[in-house]
């Protein structure tokens, strides 16, 4: 047993002795008992209980809480009444939001773009593309990932203009200094995600930022890139969809992301739902049509609950383009003319232009159509694919369907 002397000081404590007593009684042990448990004298306890101990070694308050089995709350409060400065706890890395949903067809995005903060050394990201796309759920799992298993603090600061907080506002100022910013980012290794950066942004602010705080990254998602300094853009392409010859292979259907995302959202509604034969077809060329568009297929899904798939390809059903979602205000159709609002006049023009194209074009198809040579289209062009309103694949590109019905008012 280790005896502590009835009385390091003379003077009594007793705010220790009275919470002893008080813990001991709720554990229904005796002095004898508990002496036992903490490896201590009774001699000492019976001290401590007394108040003829002022202040008791910090093992000996230690073996007590654990024979006591205190929480960390009663520990901290049992240490205080015994005389010793509880130091802080150091605060753990700060989580990103819960997400909502599983998110499916992004497992090579999210590696790569965990590797580019985590390994490759990039500091800002912006994730482009046409909204409902998919570029929050995206940032949100890489967000998470870093968090899960780098112990990456993750700030988040969102669009929504009723909940702003007081780093939202600043983050949308353009006029906002770093030194504002600053104090809401310490020196650990941290993930700032500004989500929906479609207005302004304080990008000088930003850059300045990253300059003074090494373990900082930032990760933005925005229809279409920011231009900031040293951005990396990585444009966000809508789920893969399947090939024509493949549309009766239920096998292959399965593994195709569109596919896997539509099946997904109609089970969350009708879960008793296969995707059967009888199905397959019409739910690939719907996958097809929508461009594996992922705020579509959900729309899609949606509408499933009073029209069917094949009545959708025939036109029958209401405008998925005009449809909301549950607890959204923007429509497919909203979405895409405010990545279109973004674009640039001649880059506007020439994606009408294509668009009236029904095939797949190459570099070349698109200076005859705009009559113009192809050293002048290229930059416009990259800028179309970084918006997502053009789809690349190897040496060929294809305007979506869903940007040519809005551009020409046909029925979806």
Partial sequence: MIDVPAAVESATNPDFAASLRV????????????????ALSVRAVRDMEAGRVRRPRQESVRLLADALRLDERERTSFRT???????????????????????????????????????????????SGLSGVGKTRLALEVAWQLHATRGWSVLWSAAEPGGRSRLDELLRDPGCRADEIAGFVDNRDTLLVIDGADGELAAAAVAELLRRRPGLRLLITALLPKQISGEQVVPVA??????????????RLAGVSAVRLFVSHIRRLRPGFRLSSAEAAPVARLSRRLDGLPRALELAAWAS??????QMLDCQAP??????????????????????????????SLLDQLSRLDHSWSLDDAASQANRPVHELFGDIHTLCSSG???????????????????????A
């Fill in 23 to 38: 813990l001991r009684s709720r554990a229904c042990l005796t002095q004898q008992e508990l002496a036992d448990f903490a």
């Fill in 81 to 127: 009444a015994a005389g010793h400065r509880t130091q802080p706890a150091e605060p753990g890395p700060v989580p990103p939001p819960a997400p909502l949903n599983m998110i499916i067809g992004r497992e090579a995005e999210v590696e790569a773009l965990t590797d580019a903060f985590a390994t490759h050394g990039h500091r800002l990201i912006t994730l």
């Fill in 238 to 251: 809508p789920l893969s969809v399947p090939e024509p010859s493949h549309d009766d292979d239920l096998a």
């Fill in 305 to 310: 609950l009073v029209v069917s798939v094949r």
């Fill in 319 to 348: 405008g998925l383009l005009d449809m909301t979602a549950p607890g959204s205000q923007e429509s497919l159709r909203d979405g895409l003319l405010r990545t279109l609002t973004g674009l640039r006049g001649r880059q506007r």
């Fill in 389 to 411: 309103m053009i789809r690349p694949d190897g040496d060929r590109f294809e305007v979506l369907n869903l940007v040519r019905v809005s551009l020409h008012g046909c029925p």
